[in-house]
């Protein structure tokens, strides 16, 4: 069974702090890792997928990484306008289409 | 470019009634999926299908049930509600049954009392 952990749960940061977050992933065979922010009451929005160890993507302030074990979203002197959860998702050789998803990290942004 | 597009955006029932939420997938989208969001939790797979057909189902009871149109539009249907059945239902299309990026909706917030 697919298994992803994000952490930490909830990130406080300052504008112009940079920092990470991690998504720890267990799966057989991985067909895809994927980033989603998602605003309150609202659906996720697609960042960026990675499918190799050592890929890396960047978008403005966000930058994903990925490993054999585990992906960080690097938020590099981050803007209030940052602040949402992050999820995290998976995609296996057993799974089909189907993501399984992190529980998220809430990141907050103060000016 | 039109996407995802997810009715109603809220709606509130009693345990035991049902309800019918209801997807149109971004354009030349074949595939739909729907995910199950608890407030303060990942989305939880549903269903897949594409192509009119059921590519896959999550660890959900027989009281939901889902099916897709020949304009590769959705429905999923929840019979029997109940208090738990309380969240956010997103629906998500991509171009491919099997692979690729899942561009989600805003949601039907469904509450139950």
């Known amino acids: 069974e697919d298994q992803v952990t994000q952490s930490p749960e909830a990130l406080r940061l300052q504008e112009g702090e940079s920092s990470s977050l991690n998504c720890s992933y267990t799966?057989?065979?991985?067909?895809?890792l994927f980033w989603y922010r998602q605003d309150p009451g609202k659906g996720p929005e697609f960042l960026f997928t990675?499918?190799?160890a050592g890929e890396e993507k960047e978008k403005e302030r966000l930058k994903a990484t990925l490993t054999k074990k585990e992906s960080f979203l690097h938020i590099t002197a981050p803007k209030p306008e940052d602040s949402a959860t992050y999820l995290c998702?998976?995609?296996?050789?057993?799974?089909?289409?189907?993501?399984?998803f992190g529980e998220g990290t809430q990141l907050t942004v103060n000016p | 470019d039109a996407g995802v597009t997810q009715s109603p955006t809220h709606l509130i029932k009693t345990r035991g009634q049902h309800v019918t939420l209801r997807c149109s997938p971004i354009?030349?989208?074949?595939?739909v999926s729907w995910y199950q969001q608890v407030l303060g939790q990942g989305p939880q797979f549903i269903f897949q299908?594409?192509?009119?057909?059921?590519?896959g189902r999550g660890n959900f009871p027989d009281r939901f049930s889902a099916r897709q149109f020949p304009n590769y539009s959705s429905e999923l249907n929840v019979n029997a509600l109940l208090l738990g059945d309380s969240a956010l239902y997103l629906c998500?299309?991509?171009?491919?049954?099997?692979?690729?990026?899942?561009?989600f909706g805003e949601g039907s917030r469904l509450t139950v009392l």
């Open positions: 354009s030349g989208h074949k595939s």
């Open positions: 998500a299309s991509s171009f491919w049954g099997s692979t690729g990026e899942l561009f």
């Open positions: 998702a998976v995609r296996s050789e057993t799974s089909g289409s189907r993501l399984t």
């Open positions: 299908y594409y192509e009119k057909e059921e590519r």
């Open positions: 990675l499918y190799s």
């Open positions: 799966v057989s065979g991985l067909r895809g």
